[in-house]
């Protein structure tokens, strides 16, 4: 995973509230077996409509989502961070996200921020008089700018610690092999196995 | 490396659940290191899991805890022929590759316990009350039915605990919701969770994990305690839990793979011990009048926008909050509903029987005690899919099936089928449909659908009328002869 400081880019303005994830990926891209190349899935239903943001010139290449409260809620579908990311977004700011969302955005190295409802309507407000504007999010201060305005957002600090490091999760358990086996060699008959004991 | 050990204080269902399972202890803001009992896997979420592990050269660490079946993409008509559609045997193919590459026990198309995932775990006897159970889809939080610690995970968590068997987590904040008195008849568990959702909202639950309490939740079977579990999920939540008590050990003995013996009576001491302490606290508590609940629907295109089947379509302006009221200006156009129209009028176009909330036995008794003797309304398309392959049997061996084609249903094989349309069980744009499952969003039944989520007792009784009813409001039966 990509170490993640700071980042510069594009910020697309996804004017609705309780995003759901049946929207940033609808279910029938869900067939597909690989890991990346979901880029064309992204919003899919939405970008049928000329006038969706992304659609217009100003924004292509954004980088930046910042969209309205409950980004992410519904299915716990990981595949809406990846097609977040292969479409080149590395940060969304909400006022609210759904908990799984945020926990799979992290994991993926997409940074999920969360930011007041006033600030929300300030940037709208910025990129509405200056579209295309960029965006510098600052990981490690924890803040946002496009122009003269500069807001906070709140991320948690392991995650934070994490997307700094560029830390993969499976890596970071396996350091606790130990205690695992001890937990392993503790647990209870009784516990349910899916495989006929030999 | 010391084990960590329980406080002293009194605890939730939930919190007894949790330390149980602490492998490592969280310091400094870090997340617990959790151990998990159960990794239910199916075709959709899997195959990026299984290439990860491939990737980095990882072994599934134990597949005696993890077990497959096939259920989103599978047909539920002529499953004996290649399935149709390319993608939807491509992941099914490759999930069948990945279970034989990694000895993952895989139950098939065509196989007695093939079935929805959710639906499967607990007729094997897998699920069980204080275990820990993930699986990559997020009405995993069913099984909490059983008073396990069950929740959802995405996919770079499923191939997390094929890796390591643990996920680390920061500990659910719990919430109490106390359902107490005698339900009307004709109110269902379905009509319970419903209004739980309409009441705390799509994210009054997020980062909780509820526990239904009270003598109404008591009173239920374990189908319905399923029912309210699986769709805490609609209300933003982690997880549901129920206390197990003896309707609980009731259903769990005797199943494939119960415990037996010794084993059994160490669970049931343990079990025992799971339901909150007298004086344990919790985060929030919400209180509901069993007695004052009725038949609930959606009328919106989320959960929460649902009120008494016997009320009318709200109005936009009926919404304080400026969101709220955006939301249910959007709903009312994708629903094409007028405010202040009755329920009663609403005429539907499908009524699909099944999904992981309402697709079990009792789900199908419970249907057919309303359509017996009687003809579906004309022009109404009828589906009735079982949850799992054996559900399908055991309503066979009943006779249900019968019950159903007489009536004009469709009797189909099992799978998640029209809950979210990744086979061919769609909605056309702009049909309308009374739908057991438990999502209403825009388009998931089939683009351009319009789903209104009911109890079985009401689609049952809809698809008699043609528009949303409830059994009391259905003439009286003709004689049946016997
Ligand atoms: S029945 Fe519906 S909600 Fe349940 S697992 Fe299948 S798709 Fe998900």
Request: aromatic share 6%; net charge negative; glycine share 10%.
């Amino acid at each position: 995973m990509e170490k993640f400081a700071t980042h510069t880019g594009v910020v697309a303005p996804l004017k609705r509230s309780a995003v759901d994830t049946d929207q940033i990926i609808p279910a029938v891209y869900l067939k597909r077996v690989t890991k990346t190349g979901f880029e064309d899935a992204l919003f899919a239903n939405w970008r049928q409509d000329p006038d969706f943001v992304l659609n217009q010139p100003a924004f292509s290449g954004a980088s930046v989502l910042v969209a309205g409260p409950d980004f992410g809620t519904g299915s716990s579908r990981e595949h809406a961070v990846w097609a977040l990311r292969d479409y080149g977004f590395r940060v969304v700011l909400a006022p609210r996200f759904a908990d799984i969302f945020r926990g799979n955005a992290g994991k993926q190295g997409l940074l999920a921020g969360v930011i007041s409802e006033s600030d929300r309507a300030a940037i709208w407000a910025a990129v509405d008089a200056a579209p295309g504007a960029t965006m510098t999010v600052d990981l490690e201060a924890r803040t946002a700018s496009i122009g003269d305005l500069r807001v906070p957002f709140e991320i948690d600090d392991y995650t934070r610690w994490r997307l700094l490091e560029g830390l993969d999760d499976i890596g970071l358990t396996l350091r606790n092999e130990e205690a695992i086996a001890q937990f392993e060699a503790r647990r209870e008959a009784w516990r349910p196995r899916t495989l006929p004991v030999a | 490396m010391s084990i960590p050990t329980p406080p002293e204080r009194p605890r939730t269902l939930a919190e007894k659940v949790w330390d149980d399972h602490l492998v490592v202890r969280g310091e400094d803001g870090q997340p617990d290191l959790i151990y998990i009992d159960l990794h239910l896997v199916h075709e959709v979420t899997s195959p990026q899991a299984f290439d990860g592990l491939r990737a980095e050269g990882r072994p599934l660490r134990r597949v005696d805890l993890t077990i497959a079946t096939e259920d989103h993409n599978t047909p539920t008509l002529d499953i004996d022929k290649p399935i149709a559609d390319l993608t939807s045997r491509t992941q099914i193919d490759t999930l069948r590759r990945n279970a034989q590459e990694f000895g993952v026990r895989l139950h098939s198309l065509g196989d007695a316990e093939q079935g929805i995932v959710h639906v499967v775990g607990p007729q094997l006897g897998l699920t069980m009350p204080g275990i820990t159970v993930v699986c990559g889809d997020s009405h995993t939080s069913t099984h909490g039915a059983f008073g396990a610690m069950a929740f959802g995970i995405g996919t770079s968590e499923v191939e997390h605990v094929m890796a390591t068997q643990t996920l680390p987590l920061k500990p659910f904040k719990t919430m109490a919701i106390t359902v107490e008195g005698e339900l009307k008849e004709g109110v269902t568990a379905k009509d319970i969770i419903l209004a739980v959702i309409a009441k705390i909202g799509t994210n009054g639950g997020q980062g909780y994990v509820l526990e239904y309490r009270g003598s109404a939740i008591r009173s239920l079977s374990m189908e319905g305690r399923m029912t309210m579990c699986n769709m805490s999920i609609e209300a933003g939540a982690r997880a549901g839990m129920v206390a197990p008590d003896e309707i609980t050990f009731d259903y769990v003995q005797g199943r494939p793979h119960a415990p037996t013996g010794q084993d059994w009576d160490d669970a049931v001491a343990y079990w025992r011990t799971l339901p909150s302490d007298e004086g344990a606290v919790y985060d929030a508590e919400i209180f509901i009048d069993a007695a004052e609940l009725e038949p609930f629907v959606t009328w919106g295109t989320n959960p929460g926008q649902g009120v008494s089947l016997s009320g009318t379509v709200p109005a936009p302006e009926d919404f304080a909050d400026a969101n709220e009221k955006a939301a249910a200006e959007r709903a009312l156009e994708y629903m094409d509903l007028e405010p202040g129209t009755p329920l009663k009028e609403i005429p539907v176009d499908a009524v699909f029987m099944g999904s992981c909330t309402n697709s079990r036995i009792e789900d199908l008794r419970a249907f057919a005690s309303v359509v017996a003797g009687r003809t579906k309304a004309e022009g109404v398309r009828v589906m009735v899919v079982p949850g799992s392959a054996r559900v399908r049997l055991e309503a066979e061996a009943e006779g249900l099936d019968r019950v159903f084609t007489e009536f004009g249903a469709e009797w189909r094989f099992a799978g998640c089928s029209m809950c979210l349309g990744m086979n061919p069980d769609q909605l056309a744009p702009g049909e309308r449909c009374a739908s057991t499952s438990n999502r209403n969003f825009e388009g998931r039944q089939g683009k351009g659908g319009r789903t209104h989520l009911v109890s079985p007792l009401v689609a049952a009784a809809t698809a008699v009328l043609g528009r949303l009813a409830s059994p009391s409001d259905l003439p009286a039966r003709e004689k049946v002869e016997a």
